[in-house]
């Protein structure tokens, strides 16, 4: 099989994960079909996400073959209706946190490119009732980040409050679309990256934050609230040392290696540390209607399916400025 030779009339393309710790590789297979509730979409853009490389990496569990991406922006087949795909893909409905506005922590949830086939492919299937309206005026490409990116950065910015001094700890996909709604509310952004990141740092100011440095750094100011983005956890007891009495840090991403122990002082006055899980489906709704408004401008890395292997190592590497996104 090879992704180079045009696929037949009932065949697709996609870059399949066949077991965690193997690249991807290019799979001709049959186009899905779409079952009872389900549409069937044909893919223009997938958004790489950091969860696709711990799905990738093993340290979160998947069944396989799977195809991964989480953020998917996709024609509805035989329409002409654009939708988009988030990471939340079913959840049961039933349950008492379905039931209270919190079916993110629906305890069986599936979710997209995890449980169900993603969006690095030429075709995927999704349930209807969990699709989004992709807001007009967006590219296919430029919107495909605000699916998880975006989404899931604004739901860890609303655990922020009203936190007027934020800081936000690693400068990728999430961190470049919430510095601009943060600044649009007003607030003051500090962002934090790797030491010698010149490019995220140069992108974060150009975006409206105040002050961009290395996570090392201390903060020019006490900080209201933290967001981190970047998968370490060293950065929870840094963020905390930033924080003014009563600040929040916020834990965005799926998966993040140990925290280190770290002396009360750094919790006591009534800081907090908390994570955030998944996106509901009116977190969704909500930031695509706000996005035009403020309006995020997503910076994006275009790459053909077959490589969509090579952008999950850009985004491992660090190479990335703003988000990666597949094309199929
Ligand atoms: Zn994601
Ligand atoms: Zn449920």
């Known amino acids: 099989m090879s992704a180079g030779r045009p696929p037949g009339p009932d065949t697709m393309r996609a870059m399949v994960l066949e077991s965690p710790g193997r690249p991807l590789v290019p799979v001709e297979r049959p ?7 389900q549409l069937l979409l044909r893919v223009r853009a997938c958004g790489v996400c950091r969860t696709d490389l711990h799905l990738l990496d093993g340290e979160l569990d998947l069944p396989t073959p799977r195809v ?6 996709g024609v509805v087949a035989g329409e002409d209706r654009r939708v988009g795909v988030p990471w939340l893909g079913w959840t049961c409905g039933e349950c008492a946190y379905c ?40 590219p296919d490409l430029q919107a495909a980040p605000l ?9 860890a910015l609303r655990m922020c409050d009203d936190a ?71 950065l929870v007891p840094a ?9 929040t840090v916020v834990c965005a991403g799926i998966h993040m290696s140990d925290i280190p122990s770290l002396p009360y002082e750094l919790l006591w006055g009534e800081r907090s540390v908390r994570s955030v899980a998944n996106l509901t489906r009116a977190d969704g709704r909500e930031f695509l209607e706000l996005a035009p408004r403020v309006p995020v401008r997503t910076r994006v890395s275009s790459y053909a399916l077959a490589r969509a292997g090579d952008a999950l190592e850009d985004l491992r590497d660090g190479r990335l400025v703003g988000a990666a996104v597949v094309v199929p």
Request: hydrophobic share 45%.
């Open 147 to 155: 699916l998880c990116a975006g989404l899931i950065g604004f739901r």
């Open 164 to 234: 007027s001094r934020l800081g936000l700890y690693g400068f990728g996909a999430a961190a470049h679309i919430i510095c601009q709604v943060a600044v649009w509310q007003g607030r003051r952004v500090f962002a934090f990256s790797r030491a010698g990141d010149e490019p995220a740092q140069a992108l974060a100011r150009e975006l409206g934050a105040e002050w961009a440095g290395a996570s090392e750094d201390v903060s020019p100011e006490p900080l209201d609230a933290a967001i981190i983005f970047a998968p370490v956890g060293a």
């Open 99 to 138: 039931n209270s506005g919190r079916e993110n922590l629906c305890e069986r949830a599936r979710f997209t490119g995890r449980d169900f086939d993603g969006g690095f492919a030429e075709f995927a299937v999704a349930d209807e009732r969990f699709c989004l309206p992709i807001p007009d005026g967006y």
């Open 239 to 247: 963020a905390l040392r930033a924080l003014a009495p009563g600040g």
């Open 31 to 37: 186009i899905p079909r779409a079952g009872p509730g």
């Open 68 to 73: 991964l991406g989480h953020q998917i922006v």
